[in-house]
């Protein structure tokens, strides 16, 4: 056995124990098959069982799954899962097999039709989101789909090219450049934004506990008034060449769409991270969230409806943090005793209003070639 091999030994075991690998060759005849035309959300889900990146899934779900997801945050197995994993369609197709396809048409992977199944979106909505309002943009995305579900194991053998391909690790990937360079505890970080001083804060005091730090940017479909990715990525790149050490950290794509459900999308990322290697997942306030439909620790919460290990990845609980004067480091409400009047605080719309201005907001709150990456950002838009 290689050393690498070995190394690998050491990290946490995918999600069920194994990863799924669902990626093979086109059947012959594939092109005479009925053809499913996926929408962005659920191509981004394909490519995620593709990779592994969902084991122990093997396809979107059936109905047993799907409605002891929706009630109980576990599969009909009793395997920890918080999000249905299903692919909406009008019908039922005709054939035992079908193809799954883009909008585009190009055909991506055929899909072994299990079952088809009625669904209640207004169960869906209040069970996963909390919420049946249609302005939360996951119930809003979820009444726009079509009535049923088509159930089935998938096999992919088109795989869209990646928006960064230098960024581009499924988890097989992940795992080996973990234990290329030694690593057993990994800690990963979701994020679908600039990181400012106070998420390298947390990455940083995490990574001081484990070997390693996955920074996991998702790159799937977001809100459109969310900092589009190509700007993140390039945020992502001048902070770690300024400011990590090259030999702890990773940087690299998480294909996932936002589905903003909060505390059970928390859940959901974790899983996810577990599959890429990561050992432990840093779970901020409000993660996943949208305007104010969850509470501030509703993320962090949700946890405590799985018994100890059940998950086994550690999730890592954090503060809000911030730059204080009288301390003059970065705190937390945690750490910190003074008055927030000695805190460097900006809100969001300060900051974007700042960068839109060209004014670098200050060094406490943001590195200055971070702050750089987005005035350019705001320029060109
Ligand atoms: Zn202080």
Known sequence: MTDVAIAAQHLIKPHGGQLVDRTGYAPDGVDSLEKVTLTSRELSDLDMLASGALSPLEGFMGSEDYASVVETMHLANGMPWSLPVCLAVDEAPSGDVVALANEAGDVLATLEVQEVFDYDKHVEAEECFRTTDDAHPGVARLYEQKPKYLAGSVTVFQRPEPAFPELAFDPADTRFAFAKRGWKRVVGFQTRNPIHRAHEYLTKVALETVDGLLIHPLVGDTKSDDVPAATRVECYRVLVDGYYPHNRVLVSAFPAAMRYAG????????????????????????????????GTYDAQLIFEHFEPHELDIEPIFFEHSFWCRSCGAMASAKTCPHDPADHVFLSGTKVREMLANGELPPVEFSRPEVAQVLIEAYRTE
């Open 263 to 294: 505390p059970r999308e928390a859940v959901w990322h974790a899983i996810c991270r577990k599959n890429y290697g990561c050992s432990h997942f840093i779970v901020g306030r409000d993660h996943a969230g949208v305007g104010d439909y969850y």
